[in-house]
């Protein structure tokens, strides 16, 4: 009988090793940059069920966050190319897989072009675009692996039709655009799919700096008069990271309520 009770107890502890394992390594990651912004919050809320989070910030602190869903926090700069290759290296060492990756961060500027500086220049390029740049450059590699993946770059819509007073910030999301559309050609045949929502006018901080006049302007002007939600990008980021979307790659989809149309 003694025999019998030692054999079950070591069966439960493997039993209880393989679920850790399957956990472990099974389990569907997915990294959110930007994810202290109004969207970027939405995005790790609409996953939060479904997928093990693990939310990227700089300079405002998400770890109250990140302890409501459930998440991990790590703070980095993702301009910086030695500390995202840093990062590659533990999510690799520690989480081991990546089933998706969220784009997020991102910062705007208004300004005549005449007016733009060098420094100008370097922080909307640093933020909105060289972040997107190094995250995608050193996870891409687990993700070729794994021969699995979903990646989901948040854009803006005048990075399809450009808007007047952000060259540069146009610019930058406009290089998102063309390196969505590249990077799901490149990456395709190893079964990572590629997309990019580019919002319109959101009820956000970012767009703080507008009255209510232009705002009212810009509802005037959306077919289905109203400005969109955080919420709104975050139900199409759900979309395309999930396997419904499994046959769709290479899309810039307008979350705009129909203004650029």
């Not at 996953?47 to 790590?74: E, G, R, V």
């Not at 005449?114 to 972040?131: A, L, R």
């Not at 007047?164 to 655009?177: R, T, V």
């Amino acid at each position: 009988m003694q025999f019998f009770n030692n054999f079950y107890k070591k069966l439960k502890i493997l039993l209880k090793s393989k679920k850790f394992f399957d956990k472990i390594y099974n389990m569907k990651n997915v990294i959110i940059s930007g994810a202290s912004g109004d969207i970027g919050k939405a995005i790790a809320n609409s996953l939060s069920k479904n997928y093990n989070l693990i939310l990227l910030y700089n300079k405002n602190d998400i770890t109250p966050l990140a302890k409501s869903l459930n998440a991990q926090a790590y703070k980095i700069d993702l301009s910086v190319e030695r500390e995202v290759e840093q990062f590659a290296n533990l999510i690799k060492e520690k989480y081991h897989t990546i089933y998706g990756l969220v784009n997020c961060a991102g910062v705007s500027l208004i300004k005549q072009v005449q007016d733009c500086t060098s420094k100008d220049y370097n922080f909307v390029m640093d933020n909105n675009f060289k972040t997107n740049f190094y995250l995608t450059k050193h996870l891409a590699p687990l993700m070729i692996s794994q021969k699995q993946g979903s990646i989901v770059n948040i854009s803006s819509m005048w990075g399809v039709v450009g808007a007047s007073m952000e060259a540069l910030y146009s610019a930058s999301k406009g290089a998102i655009n063309s390196f969505t559309l590249a990077l799901a050609k490149e990456l395709g045949p190893s079964n990572i799919r590629v997309n990019a929502i580019c919002p319109g006018l959101i009820k956000s901080k970012m767009n703080t700096k507008l009255n209510e006049q232009e705002i009212n302007d810009i509802v005037l002007s959306t077919p289905l008069n109203r400005i969109g939600t955080p919420e709104d990008v975050a139900n199409v980021v759900k979309f395309l990271i999930g396997e419904e979307a499994s046959f769709i790659t290479g899309q810039v989809i307008t979350v705009d309520g129909g203004l650029t149309l």
